[in-house]
Structure formats: structure tokens, C-alpha cells
């Protein structure tokens, strides 16, 4: 007696994992919809719009903020809020204002100082979310306010020394950074990627190097874990120690790498305290904007990198239309909580995040 199977039709299930994937990723959809209506709007008005002149401009008012928003992710999928990473930010940028200038060497020994500087800030939240005990939320209130203090002690006024060269190779086109630093001349082959600003190879770069093996470690999928059913990660023996202390480690690289852009993109250092709040609330909007759930568990950087790419468009219409800058914040507000409103509608639907995967 046989036994008749159907043979299974790869091309029916296509359309059913293509769904599921985008069911899963509908906040980043969102996003990067959003981002993409907002932005040809913008440049559509703009007397130089879709230039590189533009884009490059675009570009450095923005990188900062995306890194603060997926350091801000990284706690949040973990089921925590990271409130130090405005903080971290300014005080590398202090620290950078002291360190990127003199001999290439030295400016090489200056980053590495940076981004040290940024590493070890996170990896002292990390340990005093762990081991003593405290809810992030306050942990990293109290240490960001000793960050703040920190800056201010360095840099008491705004000022600074950083290399003209570095300035002018990291906020402008790759073809402006390939001459800066003799790769090439005016006219060689680099002139193909002329449009391209440096500050997105950047990103990308962070996106390919950093975020994407750091998702799918062991470390990156434990603290998924951690924020979708804390208990469950334990019950199944994952090291949720290491796994939280990596979380805010990487937070804390991640802010001194915008503490160190936005030093070389102003020249200068300067202990901003309202500045440091202002990049602190905003990464929290660009998460949440960006499809992760402050539940934990769910969610991507990538979308944060889009929710920050919208905040910023925002911003930049406000000045193409000139809209009055004590309407500014109401506008952007209402934008922000019917974005913010739309995203959360399917998880207040679930009564647990592990829902939000299938």
C-alpha cells in the first residue's frame, strides 16, 4: 500500500512568509515610509532639492541622532530605558574636543580615547543595573547626571581644538574625504561616488559591522529574550547578566560614537545640558517611532534609525516653510503622538510581546 503525499509548492508559501515578515517589521515599514513621504516633500520645496549639497547637509544633522536612538534600543529591547545616552554623548563629546587634534597618531589615539570613553560609561550602567540591583530608569538617571558633571568638568565652557582636516573629510561627500586625505585626486574614480555623504557610508557601516552581528549572537538574541519573558530566558538557562551588561556596554559605544561625530561635525566641545535631554527624549521617540516596543522583546535599530531620520525631516520642514518656532514643538507633537498612537495599536492588542512573532 502506498502512501500519496502532495508535493510541497515553494512558490505558494512565498506570499505567506513575505507577510509574516512584513507583519513582524510593520513598525520599520512604517518608518521608513513615513521618512520617505516626509523627506521628497522636503526636498519638493527646497530651491536645491534632491542635491548632494542637501543630502550631505541632511546627513550630519541627523547621524548623531540615529546612534543615540539605537543605543537607545538596545536597553529597550532588553525591556529598559537607557536615560544616560545624552549624557555619554556629551561627555565624549568633551572629552574629543580635547583629543582629535595634532599628528594623525595622535588624533588615531584621540578616537580610540572616544570611543573607550563611551564604552566604559555603558559599561558602568550595565553594571550597576545588574549587580546593584536598580531599575535602569533610575540607574542610568543617576549615572547620566554623573556624566553630565563629568563634561562639565572637562569642558566648563564650550571651545575645543579639532583637526580641520578630520572635520572637513567627515561631514562632507566621500570624494571630499578620498582628497582631504590623498586617495585619490579630482576626476580619478572617485568621482562615481561623489553624491554619496559620508556620514551614511558611516551609518551603514555601523548597521553591517556592529548591529546585525551583534542581533544575531547568542548575547543579541538573549537580550530579545530578556524583553519578551524575562523568566522563560532564565528557566532556559541564558546567561542574563552578560547578556544585560553587553546591552548597555553597546549602548554606551554607540552614544560615544555620536559624542564623536557631533565634535568633529561642530569643531568644538561643549557640556550642553539641555542639548544632552533633548538627544535623551528624541531617542526615545525615534525607538518607539521605529517599531520597537517599550515592552522589550520586539523590535530592530534599523527602525530606530528611520524614526531618527523622521524626526529630523520634521525639523527640516519646519525651516523650508518657516513656520513659527513657538508652533514648532505643538506641530511636531501631534506628528509624534499619531505616529507613536499607530505604532502601538497592534501591541496594546497583545496580552504577551511573544505574540507579536507570530
Not at 562632507?172 to 562615481?192: K, L, R
Not at 528557566?235 to 555620536?258: D, E, H, Q, V
Amino acid at each position: 500500500m502506498s502512501v500519496s503525499t502532495m508535493p510541497a509548492t515553494p512558490a505558494a508559501g512565498r506570499p505567506s512568509d513575505l507577510m509574516v515578515a512584513l507583519r513582524q517589521n510593520s513598525g520599520l515599514v512604517a518608518a521608513f515610509a513615513l521618512f520617505i513621504v516626509l523627506w521628497v516633500f522636503y526636498n519638493g520645496f527646497h530651491p536645491k532639492g534632491f542635491s548632494s549639497q542637501v543630502m550631505i547637509q541632511n546627513a550630519n544633522e541627523a547621524f548623531s541622532l540615529s546612534l543615540v536612538a539605537m543605543a537607545q534600543t538596545i536597553p529597550v529591547l532588553a525591556g529598559g530605558l537607557d536615560l544616560s545616552v545624552g549624557a555619554v554623548m556629551t561627555l565624549v563629546d568633551c572629552v574629543a574636543s580635547h583629543v582629535l587634534n595634532g599628528s594623525p597618531l595622535e588624533i588615531l589615539v584621540g578616537v580610540l580615547i572616544c570611543l573607550a570613553t563611551g564604552t566604559l560609561a555603558g559599561l558602568v550602567n550595565g553594571l550597576v543595573v545588574v549587580y546593584g540591583r536598580i531599575q535602569p530608569i533610575i540607574a542610568t538617571l543617576a549615572t547620566g547626571a554623573v556624566y553630565i558633571g563629568l563634561a562639565l568638568f572637562i569642558r566648563p565652557e564650550p571651545g575645543g581644538d579639532v583637526s580641520e582636516d578630520l572635520n572637513w573629510a567627515f561631514t562632507n561627500s566621500i570624494a571630499d574625504m578620498a582628497t582631504t586625505f590623498g586617495w585619490g585626486e579630482e576626476g580619478g574614480a572617485w568621482d562615481a561616488l561623489s553624491w554619496l555623504p559620508v556620514p551614511i557610508v558611516l551609518l551603514v557601516l555601523i548597521v553591517l559591522l556592529i548591529w546585525i552581528p551583534f542581533r544575531r549572537s547568542v548575547t543579541g538574541r538573549t537580550v530579545y529574550a530578556i524583553g519578551s519573558a524575562e523568566g522563560a530566558a532564565y528557566m532556559s538557562g541564558l546567561n542574563l547578566n552578560r547578556a544585560k551588561i553587553a546591552a548597555f556596554t553597546l549602548a554606551g559605544f554607540l552614544s560615544g560614537c555620536a559624542g564623536l561625530f557631533l565634535a568633529i561635525q561642530t569643531a568644538s566641545g561643549n557640556a550642553d545640558i539641555p542639548q544632552a535631554g533633548a538627544y535623551t527624549l528624541n531617542s526615545i521617540a525615534a525607538v518607539v517611532i521605529g517599531g520597537t516596543s517599550l515592552l522589550g522583546g520586539s523590535g530592530s535599530a534599523i527602525g530606530s534609525i528611520f524614526g531618527a531620520f523622521v524626526l529630523r525631516v520634521i525639523s527640516f520642514n519646519f525651516r523650508i516653510f518657516d513656520i513659527d518656532p513657538l508652533l514648532q514643538p505643538l506641530i511636531e507633537g501631534i506628528i509624534l503622538l499619531v505616529a507613536v498612537s499607530l505604532g502601538a495599536v497592534r501591541v496594546l492588542r497583545v496580552k504577551n510581546t511573544l505574540e507579536l512573532f507570530r
